[in-house]
Nanobody
Framework: QVLLVESGGGKVQTGDSLMLSCEVSGRTFSTDYTGWFRQAPGKEREFVASIDWSGGRRNYADFVKGRFTISSDDHKNTVYLQMNRLRPEDAAVYYC?????????????????WGQGTQVTVTS
């Protein structure tokens, strides 16, 4: 059973940084994508970034390029999301997703496993 546990959320001011972590247990495939999505109140869940465990290929949503960085530590089975220069519009619950089943990496329905989410609040 794949289990994802996020941590690192919190309340920060505009321009601050946060690092989110997602520990993945029960992962059986080395070639798998893990992604970060976010959902703000009243909005759809949206793709933020993804990384391929084997090759380190990274994908980013346009609105985070240059500010957020996704990385992974295979030994710790953990994926990180370093978020810099945070903006109020980045405030959301951030979810880690794994178990990529194929198809559009940017689509939440391409992933089979989800964490419980971690809240990020950005004050202006």
């Amino acid at each position: 059973q794949v289990l994802l546990v996020e941590s690192g959320g919190g309340k920060v001011q505009t321009g601050d940084s946060l690092m989110l972590s997602c520990e993945v247990s029960g992962r059986t495939f080395s070639t798998d994508y893990t992604g970060w999505f976010r959902q703000a109140p009243g909005k759809e869940r949206e793709f933020v970034a993804s990384i391929d465990w084997s090759g380190g290929r990274r994908n980013y949503a346009d609105f985070v390029k240059g500010r957020f960085t996704i990385s992974s530590d295979d030994h710790k089975n953990t994926v990180y999301l370093q978020m810099n220069r945070l903006r109020p519009e980045d405030a959301a619950v951030y979810y880690c997703a794994a178990g990529y089943a194929g198809g559009d990496l940017y689509n939440q329905f391409a992933y089979n496993h989800w964490g419980q989410g971690t809240q990020v609040t950005v004050t202006s």
